[in-house]
């Protein structure tokens, strides 16, 4: 008999080694996530997959599964606490949907979207963040970027290439890349890499396919985010 | 600027370079001696250190960027910080370091134009007992008055190395006023040591146990089940069982002294008198749990302790007590580095350690795994604060049972507290657990009418004169040592403003909770205190403080709105006497906005204005 864990009352089976994350998605239980995606390693910072494990809150990306573990997740104070989350990203970096490349591509739209957040909320910090177009096929936004280290892992983990890094503390947090010069021409990104691919926002994108895809036709114009990563959608 | 193809750059480091090898854990120890180099570690010198010990750029340039006490750009041949602790705002920080600042021609945070000095703020640096401190290139300044800037300015202008500077301006006093089993009674080197090996590890761990000996860090977690885990943990690395030695992992014992909590300086003493003491009680715990390698995390700020703690490991070497075969036991080695941490309050969390002692940016590890199963290069590491370690010998001297019968039933032993504030006597008192916050506050000669201390600093509690009967245990109020004490007419606003502004600048920045979350908290505050905060503000404040408490990814952030809440709880007309009578008011300045528009049209007329 396989183990199981519940998640809102759901019984959900998992195997040794998977994460709450792991057994919510083989399940089609969707948990707000940004920084996790299945391909790499755990990180654990964007919070917002926070979930009442016992009692306690942990995040489920990073924390395993075990027989019996009593998991609240769609709850209306999880979901308030994660609007907030959502919306802390959002004013503190400069993200204007309205005029932005990923619009409807994004998912730190798409969980707002999910989220049910109405405004900011908050006082935007408006900080002064630097773009990097130098590479000849990809453009570095920082305005947009989360620190959710997906491109610092795919670019480490599966193109084996170390192209960004994170430099600073707290609110002076940075994404770096590997150059003498800090471009991110002088590095040897390339368009095919995976890092380029994962970026949860508009942080890192490819050059000259901005409107290829009208906007009111892309992903999340027509899903939700919880249909499009857990492979559901079609009831 | 330095280029890495400087030939003067190239000088300066390579001595550096080849001290260390090639071992990517020393990554935080080099770029500190860089820093000392060059005055900052400039972009060249990234490229010469990622090349020299092979790792990518951005790793080099991460770590760079991690720590308070490196800087990319120049900080001067003279790097002045004073400590921003309350105690020092109290006693008067804020105008000398103006003070200072207009002798030396500088600003805050900004170096001079000749690239000489440059003066700034820092976290606590641990003297708020003999405070308003500062550090000069690290090194500490204290009892700051007018007449010691005066001489420190003309220092400086006459470029006379910090070496030669007079020693009485770094004097740092112990300030002992009431002593216990730790710091009033002998110790002889090698005791615990010796008892340790006639009664065997199994039972001296039995010992521990006993005694019921608790983290001194503040969580309270027990010794005895700690070393145990460590003990019996079998290291797992993905895709197999790490095996060092004989079967079994290599495992570590990691004392923690980055005592970085505002206001706690008990371990500096410590270290400074009783320092045999913790050393052998780091080596009682390898005994107990089959480590033979340790380390010491001392933070940046008490490197002036640095040399004379080598030297309390050579003599301890050459006395049998370290090293290869201690006290003539041929299966038991043991041995003790230090590793010097440079402004990161977040190292002191012990997974975020870990990542420094390794070399890396000091951010809080995933738990589990819990560094008892995979700590230091993913082995088996006990990391356990200094005063631990020192209770902790003691208990292998004089056994469990005698450890047990001080202090109350759940909190065993004695506790160092470091007592600041509006106090005649500030310094260090060792008390039995048990001991009434009012009964301390009579023997440090608390000035005037105490109306709050703040306990176990600003990750800790605020409590108010209703409350000086509690009890400092991990029962009632659990501390890692500070006591802060408040006199009457104190406006504890700016304690919680203070406090705020540590955490938003201490924040690792890892999550989004505590990274986005201390810089609003520290936001709203700065709205208060500047007039425009009303009722709707504090509502926020709140529900903030449980967002950071329940969604952050280490105590850092979790206790973050600690000091910001209970101060509002307990003391709200320190907060509604700065409100406007208002439900709400924008976070910006409507008129102000204006000013652009005014400045244009040339209007300052009545319509002008909202």
Same mark, same amino acid.
């Given at each position: 008999?396989?183990?199981?864990?519940?998640?809102?009352?759901?019984?959900?089976?998992?195997?040794?080694?998977?994460?709450?994350?792991?057994?919510?998605?083989?399940?089609?239980?969707?948990?707000?996530?940004?920084?996790?995606?299945?391909?790499?390693?755990?990180?654990?910072?964007?919070?917002?997959?926070?979930?009442?494990?016992?009692?306690?809150?942990?995040?489920?990306?990073?924390?395993?599964?075990?027989?019996?573990?009593?998991?609240?997740?769609?709850?209306?104070?999880?979901?308030?606490?994660?609007?907030?989350?959502?919306?802390?990203?959002?004013?503190?970096?400069?993200?204007?949907?309205?005029?932005?490349?990923?619009?409807?591509?994004?998912?730190?739209?798409?969980?707002?979207?999910?989220?049910?957040?109405?405004?900011?909320?908050?006082?935007?910090?408006?900080?002064?963040?630097?773009?990097?177009?130098?590479?000849?096929?990809?453009?570095?936004?920082?305005?947009?970027?989360?620190?959710?280290?997906?491109?610092?892992?795919?670019?480490?983990?599966? *193109?084996?290439?170390?192209?960004?890094?994170? $430099? /600073?503390?707290? =609110?002076?947090?940075? @994404?770096?890349?590997?150059?003498?010069? &800090?471009?991110?021409?002088?590095?040897?990104?390339?368009?095919? *890499?995976?890092?380029?691919?994962?970026?949860? $926002? /508009?942080?890192? =994108?490819?050059?000259? @396919?901005?409107?290829?895809?009208?906007? &009111?036709?892309?992903?999340?114009?027509?899903?939700?985010?919880? *249909?499009?990563?857990?492979?559901?959608?079609?009831? | 600027?330095?280029?890495?193809?400087?030939?003067?750059?190239?000088?300066?480091?390579?001595?550096?370079?080849?001290?260390?090898?090639?071992?990517?854990?020393?990554?935080?120890?080099?770029?500190?001696?860089?820093?000392?180099?060059?005055?900052?570690?400039?972009?060249?010198?990234?490229?010469?250190?990622?090349?020299?010990?092979?790792?990518?750029?951005?790793?080099?340039?991460?770590?760079?960027?991690?720590?308070?006490?490196?800087?990319?750009?120049?900080?001067?041949?003279?790097?002045?910080?004073?400590?921003?602790?309350?105690?020092?705002?109290?006693?008067?920080?804020?105008?000398?370091?103006?003070?200072?600042?207009?002798?030396?021609?500088v600003e805050p945070g900004r170096l001079s134009e000749d690239g000489l000095v440059s003066v700034d703020s820092t976290s606590c640096t641990g003297m708020c007992d003999q405070g308003p401190a500062a550090l000069v290139n690290g090194w500490p300044l204290t009892n700051l008055d007018h007449n010691r800037l005066d001489l420190i300015a003309e220092l400086i202008r006459s470029r006379k190395p910090v070496a030669d500077w007079p020693p009485m301006l770094f004097e740092v006093a112990d300030n002992v006023h009431r002593g216990d089993v730790l710091l009033g009674q002998p110790f002889e080197p090698g005791a615990a040591i010796r008892a340790t090996l006639a009664r065997g590890?199994?039972?001296?761990?039995?010992?521990?146990?006993?005694?019921?000996?608790?983290?001194?860090?503040?969580?309270?977690?027990?010794?005895?089940?700690?070393?145990?885990?460590?003990?019996?943990?079998?290291?797992?690395?993905?895709?197999?069982?790490?095996?060092?030695?004989?079967?079994?992992?290599?495992?570590?014992?990691?004392?923690?002294?980055?005592?970085?909590?505002?206001?706690?300086?008990?371990?500096?003493?410590?270290?400074?008198?009783?320092?045999?003491?913790?050393?052998?009680?780091?080596?009682?715990?390898?005994?107990?749990?089959?480590?033979?390698?340790?380390?010491?995390?001392?933070?940046?700020?008490?490197?002036?302790?640095?040399?004379?703690?080598?030297?309390?490991?050579?003599?301890?070497?050459?006395?049998?007590?370290?090293?290869?075969?201690?006290?003539?036991?041929?299966?038991?080695?043991?041995?003790?580095?230090?590793?010097?941490?440079?402004?990161?309050?977040?190292?002191?969390?012990?997974?975020?350690?870990?990542?420094?002692?390794?070399?890396?940016?000091?951010?809080?590890?995933?738990?589990?795994?819990?560094?008892?199963?995979?700590g230091y290069k993913g082995r088996p590491t006990v990391v356990d604060n200094v005063e631990t370690f020192a209770c902790a010998a003691r208990i292998a001297e004089n056994g469990g049972a005698w450890f047990a019968s001080i202090g109350t039933a759940q909190s065993t032993g004695t506790k160092l507290l470091s007592v600041s504030g509006d106090v005649a006597r500030p310094g260090i008192y060792e008390y039995p657990f048990g001991v009434t916050v009012r009964q301390i506050l009579d023997d440090c000669g608390a000035q005037g009418r105490s109306y709050a201390v703040q306990v176990s600093g600003p990750s800790g509690t605020t409590i108010s004169w209703k409350e000086f009967e509690?009890?400092?245990?991990?029962?009632?109020?659990?501390?890692?040592?500070?006591?802060?004490?408040?006199?009457?007419?104190?406006?504890?606003?700016?304690?919680?403003?203070?406090?705020?502004?540590?955490?938003?600048?201490?924040?690792?920045?890892?999550?989004?909770?505590?990274?986005?979350?201390?810089?609003?908290?520290?936001?709203?505050?700065?709205?208060?205190?500047?007039?425009?905060?009303?009722?709707?503000?504090?509502?926020?404040?709140?529900?903030?403080?449980?967002?950071?408490?329940?969604?952050?990814?280490?105590?850092?952030?979790?206790?973050?709105?600690?000091?910001?809440?209970?101060?509002?709880?307990?003391?709200?007309?320190?907060?509604?006497?700065?409100?406007?009578?208002?439900?709400?008011?924008?976070?910006?300045?409507?008129?102000?906005?204006?000013?652009?528009?005014?400045?244009?049209?040339?209007?300052?007329?009545?319509?002008?204005?909202?």
């Open positions: 008999m396989s183990k199981t864990i519940t998640i809102d009352g759901l019984t959900v089976p998992f195997r040794d080694g998977q994460t709450i994350m792991d057994a919510a998605l083989a399940s089609g239980v969707y948990i707000p996530h940004l920084c996790h995606n299945p391909e790499f390693k755990p990180h654990g910072s964007c919070k917002l997959c926070t979930v009442n494990v016992n009692g306690r809150n942990a995040a489920s990306c990073t924390m395993p599964a075990t027989e019996g573990l009593q998991v609240l997740n769609d709850t209306a104070e999880l979901n308030d606490e994660r609007r907030a989350l959502v919306q802390m990203l959002f004013v503190e970096g400069n993200h204007l949907c309205p005029s932005c490349e990923k619009s409807g591509n994004c998912q730190l739209q798409a969980v707002a979207y999910y989220l049910e957040m109405m405004s900011p909320h908050y006082n935007h910090f408006y900080p002064t963040r630097e773009v990097d177009a130098s590479h000849p096929g990809i453009l570095l936004d920082r305005n947009r970027c989360i620190y959710c280290e997906l491109c610092v892992r795919a670019s480490r983990d599966a *193109d084996g290439k170390n192209v960004f890094g994170l $430099t /600073g503390r707290g =609110m002076a947090t940075t @994404l770096i890349v590997n150059s003498a010069s &800090g471009r991110l021409g002088d590095t040897t990104l390339a368009v095919t *890499d995976k890092a380029v691919q994962v970026c949860p $926002t /508009g942080a890192l =994108m490819k050059k000259g @396919l901005a409107y290829t895809v009208p906007i &009111g036709r892309r992903i999340f114009d027509h899903h939700s985010i919880k *249909d499009v990563q857990t492979g559901g959608g079609h009831e | 600027m330095y280029r890495s193809d400087s030939p003067g750059l190239s000088r300066l480091l390579t001595p550096i370079l080849q001290r260390h090898g090639r071992d990517a854990t020393r990554l935080l120890q080099i770029l500190r001696e860089v820093q000392d180099a060059c005055h900052s570690v400039p972009a060249g010198a990234i490229d010469l250190v990622a090349a020299h010990l092979d790792v990518p750029r951005v790793n080099v340039e991460g770590v760079a960027g991690f720590y308070s006490f490196l800087s990319a750009h120049p900080a001067g041949e003279y790097r002045l910080l004073f400590s921003g602790n309350i105690t020092d705002q109290m006693l008067g920080k804020d105008e000398l370091m103006q003070y200072l600042c207009n002798k030396l021609w590890a199994k039972e001296t761990l039995a010992e521990m146990d006993k005694s019921n000996l608790r983290g001194r860090g503040g969580a309270g977690f027990k010794t005895a089940s700690k070393w145990a885990f460590c003990h019996a943990a079998i290291a797992e690395e993905e895709g197999g069982v790490i095996c060092d030695v004989g079967g079994q992992p290599e495992r570590f014992i990691v004392c923690n002294a980055d005592e970085g909590e505002p206001g706690t300086f008990k371990d500096r003493v410590l270290l400074n008198s009783h320092a045999d003491l913790v050393f052998e009680g780091m080596t009682v715990g390898a005994r107990v749990v089959g480590a033979s390698k340790g380390f010491l995390y001392l933070r940046g700020e008490y490197r002036y302790l640095l040399q004379q703690l080598e030297a309390v490991l050579k003599r301890r070497r050459e006395a049998g007590l370290l090293g290869g075969n201690i006290l003539g036991q041929t299966d038991f080695s043991f041995d003790i580095e230090i590793h010097l941490g440079a402004g990161a309050y977040i190292c002191g969390e012990e997974s975020a350690l870990i990542e420094s002692l390794e070399g890396k940016r000091g951010r809080p590890r995933n738990r589990p795994p819990f560094p008892v199963t995979r509690r009890k400092i245990a991990f029962e009632d109020l659990p501390t890692a040592g500070a006591l802060m004490v408040f006199r009457h007419r104190r406006d504890l606003f700016q304690a919680a403003r203070n406090f705020a502004d540590f955490f938003a600048h201490e924040s690792c920045g890892f999550c989004t909770p505590c990274r986005v979350g201390t810089q609003l908290q520290k936001k709203i505050l700065e709205k208060i205190q500047s007039g425009h905060g009303t009722a709707s503000d504090l509502e926020e404040l709140k529900r903030l403080g449980h967002i950071l408490k329940t969604m952050s990814h280490c105590g850092l952030g979790s206790s973050a709105a600690n000091p910001v809440l209970d101060i509002l709880e307990k003391f709200p007309d320190m907060y509604e006497s700065k409100l406007k009578a208002f439900a709400f008011e924008p976070a910006f300045d409507l008129d102000g906005a204006l000013e652009t528009a005014r400045k244009i049209t040339g209007r300052d007329d009545e319509w002008a204005h909202l």
